[in-house]
């Protein structure tokens, strides 16, 4: 059976479970990283040397990067379906991977870290405020994608989606004043309807 280790909390953790619920496959997940350690333990370090989460066993099979095992079991396990059949949708689809993970996150991080890590006498708002604006103007460029589109790829909901979809689903719970963003919001509210969400949405920060 396929196993994944990674605390949910994390969401690069919750890209790869968005994405096994959604192919609708049987896995054990693994309690790892934050307060349950694990990631340095020798077994763990064999697995992934970067000692962070997540990693996946499937059958044998070991993998790290989040956005690399998305992309793995939807196209083990979702060939046609998660994982377009069309050449030009998936590159479409893997570059907005890579522009959640260079892109849009590294603003987000460090506003989730302030926000909901970091105790508030301690917190620095210019930090917060410098992401917000970072996070704001990269927001804008995926609703001018989303405009024309159902999905970030086009009519049909691929990996990309759920890249980008862990990302705006913890910028939209963080708790600061955010501008409009008709397109994302109205994509936020299809992608929350999804199966394979539902353990992503529920998640309170933390
Ligand atoms: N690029 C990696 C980043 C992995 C990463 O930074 N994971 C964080 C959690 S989001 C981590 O393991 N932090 C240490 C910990 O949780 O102990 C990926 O996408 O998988």
């Not at 989606?161 to 963080?174: H, M, Q, T």
């Not at 600061?176 to 299809?190: F, K």
Request: overall charge neutral; aromatic content about 10%; proline content about 5%.
């Amino acid at each position: 059976m396929l196993k994944i280790w990674g605390r949910l909390t994390s969401v690069n953790v919750q890209k790869v479970v968005w994405c096994a619920d959604e192919l609708g496959l049987e896995y054990e997940r693994i309690e790892a990283g934050g307060k349950y350690g694990v990631v340095n333990t020798p077994e763990y370090r064999a697995m992934n040397p970067n000692g962070l989460v997540p990693v996946i066993d499937d059958s044998g099979f070991v993998l790290w990067e989040s956005n690399a095992i998305v992309r793995y079991l939807a196209a083990r396990y979702g060939e046609g379906l998660l994982w377009p059949a069309d050449r030009y949708v998936r590159a479409d689809a893997d570059r907005w991977m890579d522009w959640q993970s260079v892109s849009l996150n590294p603003g987000i991080g460090p506003a989730f870290i302030q926000l909901i890590r970091t105790s508030p006498e301690k917190r620095n708002v210019a930090v917060v405020e410098a992401a917000r604006v970072d996070v704001e103007k990269k927001l804008g460029v995926l609703d001018a994608q989303l405009a024309t589109r159902e999905y970030v790829a086009g009519p049909s909901f691929t990996p990309g989606d759920i890249a980008l979809g862990c990302s705006v689903d913890r910028w939209f719970k963080l708790p600061l004043a955010r501008e409009a963003h008709p397109h994302v919001e109205r994509w936020y509210v299809t992608l929350q309807t999804r199966k394979g969400a539902k353990q992503v949405v529920e998640l309170a920060l933390a």
